[in-house]
């Protein structure tokens, strides 16, 4: 049993004069009262020989009582074969207790074991915010109800707009074609309509009155709306030109010689119905022109 004994104080000898030549690290708090949950500063200061190694607590050390929020280390500074080394540790409690303390290690690195030292421990003392509590506690009720602002749900609308312009997309990628043609000929439809209302207007205007205005009025409008069916500038072309136009269209050239005489001529007294029968067969040019122009827009889905 004595020799046991010797052996172990043998072993620990070693390691109790390693220790005795550590210095103790220093660690302070930047101030001595700190509230509830208020972000605190803890100095932790190292000097030992330059041969030694020495590493600070890093963040998964145990901070109890208190909570880490950041820390900073600093470079190492030797000076006559002194280093020193030193971090700054924000930290925060929510404990209760009027003082508390705080004792963090240095670890010293050997070639085969690691030996923790710890600084004093520092202390902090809680400032209490309220002295004294009544039992029961008083609960104060609040019936009214708080104004919020209201705000626009922004996120929502765009997804509602981006979900309806890819709807849109989508149904004029697949029926856009068809949407186009439809319009065309309800513009056709439309237009001829509007003409053959006017033009009608103009020529019973004349059968009542026959006055050589309503004959030039129902000439240009039948010019100007050949013009926007044709797409061409008929309403500037001269009776030669419209008649080359049609490709010498018999009807065309005879309707429009016998307005044009009526017109210039003054000898619509003497031929109104011959008149007539001119402005009917330029309706009936209109109409004729309308169906092939609303042919070729039915054909041209036929060819997609």
Same mark, same amino acid.
């Given at each position: 049993m004595r020799n046991l004994i010797l052996?172990?104080?043998?072993?620990l000898y070693p390691s109790a004069l390693w220790a005795q030549q550590i210095a103790l690290p220093s660690g302070t708090f930047n101030r001595d009262t700190v509230k509830l949950g208020e972000p605190l500063k803890y100095l932790l200061v190292h000097r030992h020989p330059d041969t030694q190694e020495v590493v600070l607590p890093s963040g998964k050390n145990n901070f109890a009582p208190f909570e880490?929020?950041?820390?900073?280390?600093?470079?190492? +500074?030797?000076?006559?074969?002194?280093?020193?080394? =030193? *971090?700054v540790y924000t930290l925060r409690t929510f404990e209760t207790q009027a003082v508390q303390q705080l004792s963090l290690p240095v670890y010293v690195l050997r070639q085969s074991d690691t030996?923790?030292?710890f600084a004093p421990s520092a202390r902090v003392h809680l400032q209490q915010l309220v002295q004294q509590v009544e039992e029961p506690l008083p609960v104060k009720s609040e019936t009214e109800l708080a104004p919020?602002?209201?705000?626009?749900?922004?996120?929502?609308?765009?997804?509602?707009?981006?979900?309806?312009?890819?709807?849109l997309s989508l149904v004029w990628l697949l029926f856009g074609q068809a949407i186009r043609r439809k319009y065309?000929?309800?513009?056709?439809?439309?237009?001829?309509?509007?003409?053959a209302s006017r033009y009608g207007s103009h020529v019973d205007r004349f059968v009542k009155s026959g006055a050589t205005?309503?004959?030039?009025?129902?000439?240009?409008?039948? +010019?100007?709306?050949?013009?926007?069916?044709?797409? =061409? *500038?008929i309403n500037s072309f001269t009776t030669k030109e419209i008649v080359e136009f049609y490709e010498n269209d018999e009807e065309v050239n005879t309707a429009l010689r016998i307005c044009d005489?009526?017109?210039y001529g003054n000898m619509q007294t003497e031929s109104e119905g011959e008149t007539n029968?001119?402005?009917?067969?330029?309706?009936?040019?209109?109409?004729?022109?309308?169906?092939?122009r609303r042919e070729q827009i039915n054909n041209a889905k036929n060819r997609q």
């Open positions: 052996f172990t104080l043998l072993c880490l929020v950041s820390r900073d280390f600093y470079p190492t +500074k030797t000076k006559g074969g002194i280093s020193t080394d =030193s *971090a030996l923790q030292v919020v602002e209201e705000r626009f749900n922004w996120p929502y609308v765009l997804l509602w707009v981006v979900a309806v312009i890819t709807f065309k000929l309800y513009r056709l439809r439309k237009d001829h309509l509007y003409f205005g309503s004959i030039e009025k129902a000439v240009s409008l039948w +010019k100007n709306y050949l013009t926007k069916l044709e797409r =061409s *500038a005489k009526a017109i029968l001119a402005l009917g067969m330029l309706r009936r040019f209109a109409k004729v022109r309308y169906k092939t």
